[in-house]
């Protein structure tokens, strides 16, 4: 797959860029039927993660993503993404009803992070989170996690605890902000772009890691192309089904961490 080479800092404003598909734009233009669902059954509703039922090449599945917003007024309603744990919360009801109903998860990745506030931290993020990640992890039902923009912290990862990862060609998957990166390591946040290349964020660097799947070009009709990844991974993921895809998902995280060959390679030229 010919991937165009453009640096990793470039990669970042790409993946933030205002103009990209929200989550719920690409809801309408590959689902049939959308019916969203509210609430976390405990506190409130998060509009900063949009989940519900769905049809895909007419069958039920269950759909859940990260929401920005287009302008300053809509990314206030959506924090800029950034869900609070009655947003998590929200997505684990889901996915224990998808399993119930044997409905596969699909789930859209666009968010900086979890939402940093006190009052989210005073409500249980984190634990909120580690919730997300334990029961995605478990679910029998096939799971795809598409990125679609920013991957940011265990905003991102937890809902993307997936039995396949598919990310956009300009999207992006990291522990934190290149600018915290810098921050954190040199004390500089300007340095971000540096920080960039040397966090290995982009989808073709985690492709190498084997941590991505497959990486989709963002040309011609985008929605068609993740379209057709949905439906050939559901296909070969149903043949698996049930405790083999608990098991299967294990396996793929435990290999997370041991490169490829191709990724020895690109390390072995640099220490060369």
């Not at 006190?118 to 909120?128: D, F, L, P």
């Not at 912290?153 to 997936?162: D, K």
């Not at 999207?171 to 600018?179: A, D, K, T, V």
């Not at 998902?249 to 690109?266: M, N, S, V, W």
Request: one cysteine or more.
């Amino acid at each position: 797959m010919n991937i165009k080479k453009i640096s990793a800092a470039e990669r970042v404003k790409l993946a933030r860029a205002q103009d990209r598909p929200t989550c719920r734009d690409y809801i309408e233009a590959i689902f049939d039927d959308f019916f969203p669902l509210a609430g976390d059954r405990n506190h409130g509703e998060d509009a900063s993660i949009l989940g519900g039922l769905a049809l895909f090449r007419s069958r039920p599945v269950t759909v859940i993503g990260h929401q920005k917003g287009r302008d300053l007024q809509e990314n206030m309603v959506y924090r800029f993404g950034m869900p609070n744990p009655e947003g998590y919360r929200k997505a684990i009801r889901l996915m224990k009803q998808a399993e119930k109903f044997r409905r596969p998860v699909i789930t859209f990745i666009d968010t900086p992070g979890a939402y940093p506030g006190i009052e989210a931290e005073a409500g249980g993020q984190g634990e909120a989170i580690a919730q997300s990640i334990a029961v995605m992890s478990r679910l029998k039902v096939p799971t795809v996690a598409i990125f679609i923009g920013e991957g940011g912290s265990g905003g991102a990862l937890a809902l993307s605890v997936a039995d396949r990862i598919v990310m956009l060609e300009n999207s992006i998957f990291s522990i934190l902000s290149p600018e915290g990166f810098a921050s954190i390591l040199w004390k500089d946040a300007k340095r971000w772009e540096e920080a960039a290349e040397v966090m290995k964020l982009t989808a073709e660097d985690l492709q190498s890691l084997g941590i991505c799947d497959c990486v989709i070009p963002e040309k011609g009709d985008v929605f068609l192309r993740v379209a057709r990844e949905i439906e050939s991974s559901l296909a070969a993921l149903e043949k698996i089904g049930g405790e083999n895809l608990i098991k299967e998902r294990y396996k793929q995280i435990r290999r997370i961490g041991k490169p490829t060959k191709k990724a020895e390679d690109l390390l072995w030229q640099e220490l060369k």
